[in-house]
Structures are given as structure tokens and as C-alpha cells.
């Protein structure tokens, strides 16, 4: 793609045609128009008292600050707004808070998605004796 069909300038984000800075500036109602269709259902149907806990509190809070004390939540099922952009969350992961940053890329996601609850398993090598084939050990 070359770039005499992009928009927008080069290096600076956009969501849907909208810069950050206009993406903040509008009403949710604005915003739940832009999002993909499973987070638009989910504020339309009505955030829940929590989720509207967790909105007032991002709004509040200041971008530095939100980094020496962030906000945590256990709300996974949270689409990231343009009013989260900037500021530190920690996520719940069933075990533990784990630190998420909100970055402008994150709009339209959830905030479970950036937590993984799953640990990735790493196996070692088979020892002495795991397979039929490793009990024959030759003498020389």
C-alpha cells in the first residue's frame, strides 16, 4: 500500500477516522457508535453498576498518577474506552493483579484481553525411561 491512499497523518493514530484527541472529546453514545458490534451490544444493553464505577474512576483519574497507583478492577468484560487511553489498570487474572497499561490501540478490545488467566506450558525433555524407546540403553 503506498502511501498517497492513506489517511491521516503519518505516525499518528486514528480509530475509525477519528483522531484521540476527537475520540475524547466525544459523548459514550458517540463512541459505542464506532465500536465493533459485540462492545457496542454490551454498553447498549447497559453498563452494570461496576463497570459504571470503573468509567466515573478512569475519567477521574490523571494519566500520571494512574501510574504510581492504578486503578484495579476485576472487570474483564470492560471494553476499553478512549477515556482508559493513557492510564494504568490492574487486571484480575484469577490469581493475581497484573499491571496493563492503556495504549490508543486498546480502544474496542475488552480488558481481559491484555491479562492472560492461562500460564503457557513449557515441556521439558523426556527422562530415562518416559518412552519404550529410551529403556534400551546400549552398553558401549
Not at 503519518?10 to 480509530?15: D, L, N, V, W
Not at 453514545?29 to 453498576?49: F, M, Y
Not at 474506552?81 to 490469581?95: C, D, H, I, M, S
Request: proline content about 5%.
Amino acid at each position: 500500500m503506498s502511501s498517497e491512499y492513506r489517511t491521516g497523518r503519518e505516525g499518528e493514530f486514528t480509530y475509525r477516522g477519528h483522531t484521540l484527541d476527537e475520540l475524547q472529546e466525544l459523548s459514550l453514545d458517540e463512541v459505542v457508535e464506532l465500536l465493533p458490534a459485540r462492545q457496542r451490544r454490551t454498553i447498549e444493553r447497559g453498563l452494570t453498576v461496576q463497570q459504571e464505577k470503573l468509567l466515573e474512576k478512569a475519567s477521574e483519574a490523571d494519566p500520571q498518577e494512574s501510574a504510581n497507583d492504578p486503578i484495579r478492577t476485576h472487570l474483564r468484560d470492560m471494553p476499553v474506552l478512549p477515556a482508559f487511553v493513557e492510564k494504568t489498570f490492574e487486571v484480575y487474572n484469577g490469581q493475581s493483579f497484573e499491571r496493563v497499561r492503556v495504549e490508543p490501540e486498546m480502544i474496542g478490545h475488552y480488558l481481559g484481553e491484555f491479562q492472560l488467566t492461562r500460564n503457557s506450558v513449557e515441556h521439558g525433555q523426556a527422562g530415562i525411561g518416559a518412552t519404550r524407546s529410551s529403556k534400551f540403553v546400549p552398553l558401549k
